[in-house]
């Protein structure tokens, strides 16, 4: 994978919208992805576009990205300091979850995208997005926590913001959550061994992990 090719993310969001496999792109009104990179550091990464991001485009521009800028604002972020994307660039008909096929189609696209912005840290909200990078993770047990990667790239465990558009318990759980993310990057973004441990790699998985984010 040739990052080098790419000057820009929007040159690379251009690139991968017309050379992928993801059957989501018969139905969906267009690719979503955010094009300026963050000057943080920072990237949260969710599952798949909802409605009001397949009509703008743009990722988390619904009421889920609305309690997102609320939780940035809360430990002194804004929108602008962060990036955000998505597993899936594409939506699903009626905000279904991804398929395993989608998530495999548009994984070249993701891995891209992040070779190009070379994270200080991820933040993958929810299920999907986490068992994309810690695999064998539940997020029921792991959000609020650290978890180291091969990539040398901390992950920061994260229910989804629309989780709590259904669970309003949730709010709570979530705010609290964005504390320790905090405390963590005050911290250094170091993963210290009280943070939770992810499930021990087999040597083929860490090969896999190496091999999907390479230069990361």
Not at 32 to 57: C, M, Q, R, W
Not at 173 to 196: C, R, Y
Not at 209 to 215: G, N
Request: net charge positive.
């Amino acid at each position: 994978m040739d990052i080098k090719k790419f000057e820009t993310l929007k040159q690379l969001h251009e690139y991968y919208s017309e050379n992928n496999r993801c059957g989501l792109k018969k139905v969906a009104t267009q690719p979503v992805y955010e094009i300026h990179p963050p000057t943080s550091g920072i990237v949260f990464i969710g599952e798949a576009p909802g409605k009001n991001e397949d009509l703008e485009g743009e990722p988390f521009v619904g009421a889920a990205g609305k309690f997102l800028d609320e939780m940035l604002k809360s430990i002194g972020y804004t929108r602008k300091d962060v990036y955000v994307s998505n597993v899936v660039k594409y939506r699903p008909p009626s905000n279904r979850d991804p398929t395993d096929i989608e998530k495999k189609d548009c994984r070249v696209w993701l891995n891209a995208e992040l070779l190009f912005l070379k994270p200080k840290v991820i933040i993958p909200l929810g299920r999907h997005a986490l068992e994309r990078f810690v695999e064998g993770a539940r997020i029921s047990a792991s959000h609020g926590s650290a978890f180291s990667h091969p990539s040398n790239i901390p992950i920061f465990a994260m229910y989804h913001p629309a989780a709590a558009l259904y669970n309003p318990n949730l709010r709570a759980v979530l705010l609290d959550d964005f504390k320790k993310l905090k405390t963590f990057l005050d911290g250094g973004g170091e993963v210290g061994k009280k943070q939770a441990k992810k499930p021990t790699p087999t040597n083929h998985a860490k090969r896999k992990a190496v091999k999907d984010i390479l230069d990361l």
